[in-house]
C-alpha cells in the first residue's frame, strides 16, 4: 500500500481516506470517542482529517493493531 499524502490546499488526509480510516474504525459509540481522545493525546491531531499520513497508513494495514493500541492508552486498568 501506499504511503498516504496530505492535500496540499488543506493540510489534511484526503477525504476519501478518512472515509476509509472510519468505516474501518467506526461503528460503536464509545469506541469512537476513545480513538479521538488517543489521536488528541498522541498526534494532536482533532479528528482523523488531521492525522500524520504514515499514521493513516499504518491503520489501513492493521487497523485491529490501532483499535488495540487505543482501548490500552484509555483503559490501561482492563485487560484486552
Known amino acids: 500500500m501506499a504511503a498516504l499524502c ?3 490546499a ?5 477525504v476519501a ?4 480510516l472510519h468505516r474501518l474504525l467506526g461503528g460503536e459509540a464509545l469506541v469512537e470517542a476513545m480513538i ?3 489521536i488528541a493525546a498522541r ?10 499520513p504514515h499514521v493513516g ?3 489501513l494495514k ?5 483499535i ?3 482501548k490500552n492508552h484509555c483503559e490501561p486498568k482492563l485487560n484486552f
Do not use: C
Open 10 to 14: 488543506t493540510g489534511r488526509l484526503p
Open 43 to 52: 498526534y494532536g491531531a482533532k479528528n482523523l482529517l488531521h492525522l500524520p
Open 17 to 20: 481516506t478518512v472515509e476509509r
Open 6 to 8: 496530505r492535500d496540499a
Open 68 to 70: 488495540q493500541a487505543v
Open 57 to 59: 497508513t499504518a491503520i
Open 62 to 66: 492493521r487497523p485491529a493493531d490501532f
Open 36 to 38: 479521538l481522545r488517543f
